[in-house]
Structures are given as C-alpha cells and as structure tokens.
Nanobody, 123 residues
Framework: QVQLVESGGGLVQPGDSLRLSCAAS????????MGWFRRAPGQEREFVAS????????YYGNSVKGRFTISRDNAKNMVYLQMNSLKPEDTAVYYC????????????????WGQGTQVTVSS
C-alpha cells in the first residue's frame, strides 16, 4: 500500500515556474514508477510525466516536453515536477501516482493516486 500526498500547487502568471512535490509513504518507494497526470475542467485525464523506479528514465507528454521536468529522491520517498514557462492551458488539477510497472506511462497502469493539487495559470 502506498499513500501519496501532493503539494506545491497555486495560482501563477503565464511564464512563471512552479514545483510540485509528492510525498509517498511506505518502505518500498523505489519499487514503483512515479507519474504525474492532470485533469482540466471538462477534459480527460492527461499524462504529464513519469519516471522509472530507479529514476534512470523519464517520459513526458507532448504538451509539456521541454518545459516540465520530473525527478525523484528515493531516499526521501519524494517525487517532484518542475514546471517552467507555464501557460494558461496548464491549468488543471495535478495528480501524483505510483505504479508497480517500472516503465508505466498510461493511467491504467497506475495503482495508487494522490488527492491532487490545483495549478492555475492566469494573468
């Protein structure tokens, strides 16, 4: 069982940066791939980024490539999403998720989900 708690969301202006954090419970954090997904009002859930169990590989959705960076600290049971050059279309609730499949990039492969943190990009 893994419990995930996101933090770091907020209201920012276009072009700003924000870093989301996700704290995971449990002693086997390194056995899980970690991902970030988002859902904007009235839209489907969207894959944002994921990182493999060891942190050796990261994957990104097309809409965030080059602007967002996912990282993890297995010693601290933490995963981060650094978001730069934010745009209004990045406005969404962002969810942290954990998967027993080390290379998972699709939501159906994720077993555990956090409650989400709101990110609003507006001038």
């Amino acid at each position: 069982q893994v419990q995930l708690v996101e933090s770091g969301g907020g209201l920012v202006q276009p072009g700003d940066s924000l870093r989301l954090s996700c704290a995971a419970s449990g002693r086997t954090f390194g056995n899980y791939a970690m991902g970030w997904f988002r859902r904007a009002p009235g839209q489907e859930r969207e894959f944002v980024a994921s990182i493999t169990c060891s942190g050796g590989n990261a994957y990104y959705g097309n809409s965030v490539k080059g602007r967002f960076t996912i990282s993890r600290d297995n010693a601290k049971n933490m995963v981060y999403l650094q978001m730069n050059s934010l745009k209004p279309e990045d406005t969404a609730v962002y969810y942290c998720a954990a998967s027993i499949f080390c290379g998972a990039t699709i939501a159906s492969r994720y077993n555990y989900w956090g409650q989400g943190t709101q990110v609003t990009v507006s001038s």
